[in-house]
């Protein structure tokens, strides 16, 4: 009788395996996670565009209103041109093993932004 369970046998090769798998998947989460927050802030770059654009087209915007949706504009083209990036990420030669992330825009701040208000105000 021997004393050693061949069933429980794990090799290198199966420990490789499961490592490039677990690194695998932790790069496609972190890759998830930056298209969600390029799309997110897409939108909501985009719906302060709209809204300042509404403003213009009725006349009833100040000058801070076309300088803001100027400044938005050349944000949101930032932003787009990340997340399409971001979709290029993938056919990298070093993916998964080393993707080179491209380089996150600047956030821009939104005064009107109903999300930039601290919670339980209207």
Known sequence: MSNIDWAQLITKE????????????EMKAALAARNGVAA?????IQ???DTLGYGID???AMEADE????????????WKNYKFALGKV????????????PVEPAIPVIEADP????????
């Open 14 to 25: 199966m420990k490789d395996a499961a490592n490039r798998a677990q690194h695998l998947s």
């Open 40 to 44: 997110a802030t897409i939108l909501r």
């Open 47 to 49: 719906d302060r565009i």
């Open 58 to 60: 009725l006349g009833e």
């Open 67 to 78: 300088v803001e949706q100027a400044a938005l504009l050349v944000s949101i083209a930032a």
């Open 90 to 101: 993938t056919k990298q030669p070093t993916w998964p093993a080393a993707p080179v992330w």
């Open 115 to 122: 999300e930039a208000r601290p919670s339980g105000t209207m």
